[in-house]
């Protein structure tokens, strides 16, 4: 019965289609995350170069442990933050003024990879200056020039 009644609700007041151009059509986004992200596995990166490995003690290796798990988790995060700007925010109109997006994209999630599994400040490096390169794109599209800072 009282699914019949639901049922007679949803005929007489049927919702509105909607759509948005992401899950959430909430219209907020901004690289910023994905730079700090970036940073963050730079930062990693040269504090796991500066460790003694010769030292052998459980503090180094503790220190080493935990500097590997967060350059993973950062790499990670920064690659899920420049996927949702590529798929969600950048629209087929933004490849007349930028033809290398996809590229730009696709290589900077390469390199998030790549930072995942090795210590390489050479790719980590790499990988923030691709997080500058679309922050520049992603204001451009927005018509406003916001001045790139690193906090580190």
């Known amino acids: 019965m009282l699914n ?16 948005a151009h992401c899950d ?18 730079v930062s990693m990166t040269k504090k796991i170069l500066d460790l ?9 290796a503790n220190t080493l442990s935990r500097y590997i798990a967060i350059k993973e988790e950062q790499a990670q995060k920064t690659k899920e933050d420049l ?3 590529w798929t969600d925010y950048f629209k087929p109109v933004h490849l007349e003024k930028y033809p290398d997006l996809h590229d730009t994209f696709w290589k900077a999630a390469k ?10 400040l050479d790719h980590a490096n790499e990988l923030l200056a691709a997080v500058e390169k679309i922050h520049n794109m992603f204001w451009a599209t927005k018509e406003r020039e916001v001045t790139w800072y690193k906090a580190s």
Do not use: M, W
């Open 111 to 120: 390199l998030c990879s790549a930072c995942k599994v090795e210590v390489n």
């Open 24 to 41: 959430g059509p909430c219209g907020v986004y901004d690289p910023a995350s994905a730079r700090i992200y970036a940073e963050a596995v």
């Open 52 to 60: 003694d490995p010769k030292a052998g003690d459980h503090k180094t």
């Open 4 to 19: 019949r009644i639901a049922s007679q609700i949803r005929k007489s007041f049927p919702a509105p289609e909607v759509s």
């Open 83 to 85: 996927l949702i700007l």
